[in-house]
């Protein structure tokens, strides 16, 4: 954060540059009070071991706040091929109560990428208040090393 000192008192300011993208994140900060959690368990099918956890998977989470702004928050997988439960601001869950109300959620967006398999994107992933989600993703081998996505990712 940046301060400005006037008149003995600390004020909050931010650079000029950035103002726009401040602006924007308190606006969805303010529209997404609360916070969900979301834990990714990333794996593959091996013929001979089956399910396969994958150690030191990068997962990329994101979200557009807009005007072509993300925030985003990287976290790898341990041992167990899974992340620490990833805190993200999500709607009050008292949006649920109003039938009118189609989406009591927000939605973030993953890139998973790893050495030796092929990059695989996770889209529109539903964030509740106070619910630990569990996205399970597995992985595709990719012997020519080539960094090439298995599902062929859309734009945000």
């Known amino acids: 954060m940046f301060y400005k000192i006037k008149q003995n008192s600390e004020q909050q300011s931010q650079p000029s540059n950035n103002n726009e993208f401040y602006t924007l994140l308190q606006e ?26 994958i150690a030191n998977a990068k997962i990329t989470v994101s979200k557009m706040i807009g005007n072509n702004y993300f925030v985003s928050r ?18 009050d869950a008292d949006l649920s109560l109003n039938p009118e109300n189609i989406k009591p959620y927000a939605t973030y967006s993953a890139i998973i990428e790893t050495e030796g398999f092929l990059s695989t994107g996770a889209f529109d992933i539903p964030i509740f208040e106070n619910i630990t989600s569990i996205q399970p993703i597995t992985l595709i081998p990719n012997p020519s090393g080539d960094r090439i996505f298995a599902n062929q990712p859309k734009l945000f």
């Open 28 to 53: 969805y900060l303010n529209g997404n009070p609360k916070t969900g959690y979301l834990v990714f368990q990333i794996t593959q099918d091996s013929p001979l071991q089956g399910t396969v956890p």
């Open 74 to 91: 990287v976290v790898t997988t341990n041992e167990d091929g899974k992340t620490i439960a990833i805190p993200l601001p999500t709607v």
